[in-house]
Nanobody, 121 residues
């Protein structure tokens, strides 16, 4: 069992930056792939980024590639999502997830409660 707690969301103007954190507890954190998903009102939950547990390879949705950077610190049981050049369309609740590496929300068994990111124009 893994417990995940996100933090770092907030309100930012377009073009600004935010860094999200996801702290994990429970089973061995370093053995899980970690991912960020987001869900805007009225839309399905979508993949944002993922990082493997083997070599920390990262994977990004096309919509955030070049603007967002995901990283992990296994010593702190924490993953981060650095979000730069934010756009109003990035507004959503951002969720941290853990399990085997994948791009679909159903591939992850463990989820945080979510943190709201709002980008104003």
């Amino acid at each position: 069992q893994v417990q995940l707690v996100e933090s770092g969301g907030g309100l930012v103007q377009a073009g600004g930056s935010l860094r999200l954190s996801c702290a994990a507890s429970g089973r061995t954190f370093s053995m899980y792939a970690m991912a960020w998903f987001r869900q805007a009102p009225g839309k399905e939950r979508e993949f944002v980024a993922a990082i493997s547990w083997t070599d920390s390879s990262t994977y990004y949705a096309d919509s955030v590639k070049g603007r967002f950077t995901m990283s992990r610190d296994n010593a702190k049981n924490t993953v981060y999502l650095q979000m730069n050049s934010l756009k109003p369309e990035d507004t959503a609740v951002y969720y941290c997830a853990a399990d085997t590496l994948g791009y679909r929300s159903y591939e992850y068994d463990y989820w945080g409660q979510g943190t709201q990111v709002t980008v104003s124009s």
